[in-house]
């Protein structure tokens, strides 16, 4: 099955946008696990089982397991989420960018080391960067596009002849570039006006958006911008909304907050068309 | 000591612009390594101390080891190299970009676990993703600029108002982003007119110059392009010179054939001038 087709099984059957981000950072662990050694599985693991009722997608950051040579919770982490929560994607968030023969081994890493059904990855290098891993066809390939930050602007935004930097990645992503209905495109939040030309260049591609949550992106501006076939990405927000003894139940609330809110907002902005 | 301070005194202390690429492919390691636990390291171990001699740097490629599930063996190579070849820089090839949080911990992975002096970034995401790398004040950041591969063209060549988009990163990398002198650029040496167009805007910024042996850059024109202040990689064409008992050998013969390449094209380009 393809990464698309799982993806929209998933939509479907969570009736769920919210795509929970899994960053472990391990000074803002709850209490209650710090210390063990196997503290960054543990919490990632209780905050899978808390949110996925209300997630379409998991989106693990390797720069937190990597930092911690934590490269072992990781590869259990994925195996978890698919072992209980089957169907279920897993989107590794690794923007590598590469090419040739170091490409394949980036794409080894991500699939199958890790079994990611899709990673992030940087087009800076163009499309023989991509080729590796589109060989892969049954996962996604998710292109940086338009990022959340406000550097992002300082390439992205750039006119390269009638059309921003990003417009163009954004076209070359739905034409050329997307060889076999793999492709995706990471584009934030925190930017609606370009989320919404993202969307009018490329038709129904899946777009990942963070940028929600702690980094301020408003819901209704990004359901308006995005339509439906959106991974809205949240991260801190969830993973830190209660530190103590209850911090999955307090992920789930905001988990499912977030799903709610995200659900409103798609059937009002359909509702006024 | 400063990342361009230790490059400077290990530019002149080896008489050499050649960094060895340590890109260990398991399928390719030599016969009488294979199937030890330790082969990687083993390998690449005895790769530095055959090359060292003939080297001003060495550049670990990170794909090779985490798609291995070889992290150890890569943390071990690096504290050998600075064990055993004190002063030789060690830059980590990872390619990494990210913002925030997630940068930060992209770079205690690079210079906090790996002990890399310097690691490749990627600048897509702009100058706020390269800030936490930048925090580390006595570390380089090497910014992909114009890539040795065909498609690095794509996005690389576009027209951005009157300059390409790699010239446009040389003129931020050698500006407004060179906030604390750490600085350098990846330009592959597969397009010397580029490089030399590189080199005319940054003036003495330290160049990372792959894609001579493998990639079929021509050593001449390189040099002629480049001039001095270049860290030139040579992988594949060094590792995988010999493939026997005397890879070593083989090694050593290939980095110090290249080393003398490299310096005598220097001599004839500054003997033209």
């Known amino acids: 099955m393809s990464f698309v087709s799982s993806l929209e099984s998933a939509w479907a059957r969570s009736d769920s946008m ?33 949110t996925a009722g209300f997630a379409c997608a998991f989106k693990p950051q390797i ?19 698919h072992r209980a929560h089957p169907g279920t994607p ?30 992030t990855v940087n087009p800076y290098m ?12 049954d996962r996604g390939v998710i292109l940086l596009c338009r990022t959340s930050n406000p550097g992002g602007s300082d390439l992205q935004a750039l006119d390269v002849g009638g059309e921003r930097l990003f417009e163009r990645v954004a076209r070359l992503a739905a034409g ?23 969307r009018e260049i490329v038709g129904d591609l899946p777009l990942l958006v963070p ?41 789930a609330g905001a988990a499912r907050a977030t799903r709610d809110a995200l659900r409103d907002a798609l059937h009002e902005a359909l509702a006024r068309r």
């Open 18 to 50: 919210l795509c929970v981000g899994l960053d472990p950072d391990p000074s803002r662990l709850p209490a209650p696990l710090a210390g063990r050694p196997d503290a960054i599985f543990s919490f990632c693991r209780a905050i899978v089982d808390a």
């Open 63 to 81: 720069a937190y397991f990597a930092a911690a040579r934590a490269e072992d919770q990781l590869e259990a982490l994925i195996a978890h989420i």
């Open 90 to 119: 897993v989107i590794l968030d690794a923007k590598r960018g590469d090419i040739g023969a170091t490409a394949e081994q980036y794409a080894r890493e991500a699939f199958e080391r890790y079994r990611a059904d899709a990673v």
């Open 126 to 137: 163009g499309l023989d960067s991509l080729e590796p891993w589109l060989a892969w066809r």
């Open 176 to 198: 050329s570039w997307n060889i076999s209905g793999q492709v995706g495109l990471v584009v934030g939040a925190t930017f609606p006006a370009e989320l919404a030309r993202v």
């Open 211 to 251: 940028g929600i949550g702690a980094q301020g992106g408003d819901v209704e501006a990004t359901v308006r911008a995005g339509g439906r076939r959106m991974i809205v990405n949240s991260s801190r927000a969830i993973l830190y909304a209660g530190g103590g003894e209850e911090f999955a139940a307090a992920a």
